[in-house]
């Protein structure tokens, strides 16, 4: 991991244990890089704070919490985004105009990719169904493109950030 990388506004230290029991309790398997990273620098933002999407340069906003007491905690944030996210994508961070940096597990269980979520025309997936009577796997599909690849590892993604 990047030992250049200013961390701030961390929350209190977490165990790796409680870490992957958050993971375990919303179905993840959370990648040993990231459990490193948010054990100590959960809710914290970073330094530097730029990464690309494709060719978008977007801001890091901070790392979700551990801390079941913060506004950040990452289990409230599943379950306010997980309507609105397809199947098997973890969000871990924001940014500051309310995008995701998620992990997506689709095609990789135990090795998550990191993608970039545009709240942008992002809809509740029952609401598609309903309004625009469609099919269970279409709202999923379309779902799906409002993620960008950004890394294909936590780690990977943290060599990207650039001033």
Avoid at 38 to 64: H, I, M, Q, T, Y
Avoid at 79 to 98: C, M, Q, V
Avoid at 135 to 162: G, I, M, S, W
Wanted: overall charge negative; glycine content about 4%.
């Amino acid at each position: 991991m990047r030992k250049d990388l200013e961390w701030e506004y961390a929350d209190a230290e977490v165990s790796e244990a409680r870490v992957k029991e958050i993971g375990a309790q919303l179905g993840f398997y959370l990648p040993q890089d990231y459990i490193k990273c948010v054990k100590v620098n959960g809710g914290a933002s970073v330094l530097p704070e730029e990464f690309n999407v494709e060719d978008v340069e977007r801001c890091f906003g901070s790392l979700f919490s551990f801390d079941e007491k913060s506004s950040q905690y990452i289990v409230k944030k599943y379950e306010l985004y997980n309507s609105s996210l397809p199947r098997d994508i973890l969000p871990i961070a924001i940014d500051p105009a309310g995008n995701l940096l998620c992990f997506d597990y689709k095609d990789q269980q135990e090795k998550p990719v990191v993608v970039f979520w545009e709240h942008e025309n992002a809809s509740e997936k029952e609401t598609l169904m309903h309004d625009e009577g469609l099919t269970d796997e279409q709202p999923e599909e379309r779902a799906r493109e409002n993620l960008f690849y950004v890394a294909a590892t936590f780690t990977a993604f943290l060599d990207k950030l650039h001033d």
